[in-house]
């Protein structure tokens, strides 16, 4: 079945990066997007970019540009987020997710999330 | 940037209520538009896609309306399970999500 699987809960200070690791299983890899979403305790959901696999492209909204990068490797079917700078308001459940890819608009909807990766930016 | 506003934000309700959730988005984004839900500690789950489009295993009381600026999720007898918050999606233009509407018990 379709699967994402998400690395581990980071502890970290403020100024310092993180790098998520979102590995994808039970589909061909290339053929659809992958988001990436997350979630401030107790807040509603935020979307932070998207990439391509096939290509590698990406598009991140204007509030992350310059802070977020991702990246894929396609020989493990991983896509990579690094959120660089961070600060205190960037604690939250970090989410992958797969685009259903049969959108007309930009993208489309997502049917598939991973578990979610708790970052916690505290000095 | 197209904004998403959801209404009500929270909305209390009892078991076999009909329950209307409404987003509107700040310009047309024709039918790309998805709901979801989600509880506490869980990723999101589809429920709905190009606006009326319900996904595949969604119980049928889950049905959505609605293109250009409107759009809504209606449960047509609430369950105890349906207890949760709702968000919607538009991926017209990018993506943004809406603000989420929390579904409790009355």
């Known amino acids: 079945q379709v699967q994402l699987v998400q690395s581990g809960a980071e502890v970290k200070k403020p100024g310092a990066s993180v790098k998520l690791s979102c590995k994808a299983s039970?589909?061909?890899?290339?053929?659809?997007?992958i988001y990436w979403v997350r979630q401030a305790p107790g807040q509603g959901l935020e979307w932070m970019g998207i990439i391509n696999p096939t290509g590698g492209g990406t598009y991140y909204p204007q509030r992350f540009q310059g802070r977020v990068t991702m990246t894929r490797d396609t020989s493990t079917s991983t896509v990579y987020m690094d959120l660089s700078s961070l600060r205190s308001e960037d604690t939250a459940v970090y989410f992958c997710?797969?685009?259903?890819?049969?959108?007309?608009?930009?993208?489309?909807?997502?049917?598939?999330w991973g578990q979610g990766t708790l970052v916690t930016v505290s000095s | 940037d197209i904004q998403m506003t959801q209404s009500p934000s929270t909305l209390s309700a009892s078991v076999g209520d009909r329950v209307t959730i409404t987003c509107r988005a700040s310009?047309?984004?024709?039918?790309?538009l998805a709901w979801y839900q989600q509880k506490p500690g869980k990723a999101p789950k589809l429920l709905i896609y190009?606006?009326?489009n319900l996904e595949s295993g969604v119980p049928s009381r889950f049905s959505g309306s609605g293109s250009g600026t409107e759009f809504t999720l209606t449960i047509s007898s609430l369950q105890p399970d349906d207890f949760a918050t709702y968000y919607c999606?538009?991926?017209?233009?990018?993506?943004?999500f809406g603000q989420g509407t929390k579904v409790e018990i009355k």
């Open positions: 039970g589909y061909t890899f290339t053929n659809n997007y």
């Open positions: 190009k606006a009326s």
């Open positions: 999606q538009q991926y017209n233009s990018y993506s943004t």
């Open positions: 997710a797969r685009d259903r890819g049969d959108g007309g608009g930009s993208y489309s909807a997502i049917d598939c």
């Open positions: 310009q047309t984004i024709t039918t790309w």
